[in-house]
């Protein structure tokens, strides 16, 4: 069963004066496991889809199912893990505090979790439990961020350009870690970024979206070999694999021709 199956999703805001259609007609799945990415210009909808898988707002057309079950059952029972662009952690809270965050606020124990302490070595801040977040690094604090995400062992991780404000060697550095926190935890990822390299590198299936309303307008699987490596970015399959998503992101008529 896919982890992750969107169908026919469409989402329309209303405003004071008029309505904003951000999604229309979007349908994607995501095998248990996967690494999926979405790609498209800004404003297209990828935050308000990621939003939408997480139960934060509610589809006004098509539907979600996570595991075969609706979103909010996952949201419920708390297997859902978001990473944002921000590390968005309490500033006055150690990073230990910070990453065993989602465990004291649970109101009933939760079903599934992981050690704090063991999650911080996973991505590789041991011997920063006791810091606060305003002395680390931004790589380091998303780290934290990450390590949040995981502690109640998530069915999915929903991941919104957590490296975007990240530079550029730190981000491939990040990229390498997280594939490798991935690979770990055997979760389902799907990730939202506007680099081409990034999704190539990081995905076993890349979405393509069209300006807004969004549609996906391609699916690329990505046949690289796992684990990735920096020495795959030289070669022709991952080139191919960027030219092709560049071709459909800047095509005339991104009309719904799917890339097998
Ligand atoms: N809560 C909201 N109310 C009204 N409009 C929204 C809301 N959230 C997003 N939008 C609009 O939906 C569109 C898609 O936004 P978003 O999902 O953030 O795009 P992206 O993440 O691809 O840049 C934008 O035009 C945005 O202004
Ligand atoms: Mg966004």
Redo the contacts with the bound molecule.
């Keep these: 069963m896919a982890a992750l199956q969107v169908d026919q999703v469409g989402m329309t805001?209303a405003?004071e004066k008029g309505s904003?259609k951000?999604l229309e007609g979007v349908s994607l799945g995501l095998a248990s496991g996967a690494f999926g990415t979405i790609i498209?210009p800004?404003?297209?909808?990828?935050?308000?889809?990621l939003r939408l898988v997480a139960d934060i707002t509610q589809p006004t057309s098509g539907h979600i199912t996570l595991a075969g079950a609706p979103p909010q059952s996952a949201r419920l029972a708390r297997r859902i893990g978001f990473v944002f662009q921000e590390a968005t952690l309490l500033p006055w809270k150690t990073v230990m505090e910070n990453v065993a965050l989602p465990l004291t606020v649970a109101r009933r124990a939760p079903i599934a979790s992981r050690h704090p302490q063991e999650l911080i070595e996973l991505v590789g801040l041991k011997g920063f439990e006791q810091a606060l977040p305003s002395q680390l690094s931004g790589g380091m604090q998303q780290r934290v961020a990450i390590a949040r995400s995981l502690v109640l062992d998530p069915h999915i991780l929903l991941l919104d350009e957590p490296f975007g404000a990240l530079d550029d060697i730190t981000r491939q550095r990040m990229n390498l870690e997280l594939l490798r926190i991935w690979a770990e935890t055997g979760t389902t990822a799907l990730m939202?970024t506007h680099s081409l390299s990034e999704a190539v590198f990081m995905s076993d299936k890349v979405f393509v979206m069209s300006p807004?309303p969004?549609r996906i307008t391609a699916e690329l699987a990505i046949d690289l070999p796992r684990p990735r490596s920096q020495a795959m970015m030289k070669l022709p399959a991952f080139t191919d694999a960027i030219n092709m998503l560049r071709d459909q992101l800047f095509a005339p008529d991104a009309s719904a021709e799917l890339v097998a």
């Design positions: 805001f405003l904003i951000a498209g800004s404003g297209c909808g990828k935050s308000t889809l939202v807004r969004g």
